[in-house]
């Protein structure tokens, strides 16, 4: 029945040409994707022939060939382990620049630390020095002032270092004020009170660990042959002696004395007595 066809119009090359080989981009796919070595699909020259195969128009020999169309050289494709190289190397390149330039921390970091005094201007160099001093000078001015006014500071202190539990007076005389901070002499704390009228006039309390009774402090304590006034205060017995009248009574294991040397009644002693016992 081919008889009876109408032969198609056009040239034999026309149609020697539409079976040609396939495009450049397909065959250098096929060369350079990775095969198994036992895969003969695609053919292999140096079997077939015994010798490498000659390269045609538009057809790939090798990685490394150059490719020919219609006699015009044309440069190598690169390969792809190259083009990834060289992707890597130009990403790190922007990752180096992008972090050598990135200081927005640093920037932050200042602002914060700016935002304290010490990290101001100002306050660089002598400046700091200078006000650190004088804080300094401030802190001890306060402590002393505090040790020197407040009896109570200064007692804790000398009773801690006498080894004795001392206790604040609470009851001094009209016109009389402490004369300074409390001492800790011999294992005994002592505090003195002078009047703000007559200097010459004080009377000093101690006050120190002892195991004595009551009477033995009659017998150690009290001078003998003196006058002696005994008067009782919250169950401890006082000892009022001397001409001076100085006095001396034991209360939980401390000693307490009185030197008497700014003529004070028996009335005011047994009023600071009262005021010792804790």
Known sequence: MRGGLKKPEGRAHDLAHGSALPRIGTQLRAKTIHRHSRVEHFGNPLKSGGHASQAVSGEIVSRGAAVSTGG??????????????????????????????????KQALRYHAARH???????????????????????????????????????????????????????????????????????????????????????????????FTSSMVSQNVVPKGSPVQTSQVE????????????????????????????????DQLIQIVSGLNP
Not at 84 to 101: I, M, P, T
């Open 235 to 266: 169950g401890n017995t006082v000892y009022i002696y001397g001409s001076s009248n100085d006095a001396s009574w034991v209360n939980n294991g401390v000693l307490y004395t009185i030197k008497n040397r700014s003529s004070l009644g028996s």
């Open 72 to 105: 015009a050289s044309a440069m190598a494709a690169p390969l792809p382990s190259m083009m990834v190289s060289a992707s890597h190397q130009k990403l790190e390149r922007l990752l180096d620049e992008a972090l050598a330039k990135a200081d927005s921390h």
């Open 117 to 211: 005094f010490w990290q101001r201007r100002w306050f660089n160099g002598p400046a700091r020095w200078a006000v650190g001093g004088a804080v300094l000078l401030v802190i001890i001015g306060a402590f002393l002032y505090s040790w020197r006014s407040i009896p109570q500071l200064s007692m804790k202190i000398a009773g801690i270092r006498a080894h004795v539990a001392t206790v604040i007076p609470t009851y001094k005389p009209d016109g009389y004020k402490i004369a300074g901070p409390a001492k800790a002499v011999s294992g005994a704390v002592v505090v003195q009170y002078k009047s703000a009228s007559d200097q010459s006039k004080t009377y000093d309390i101690t006050e120190q660990p002892s195991a």
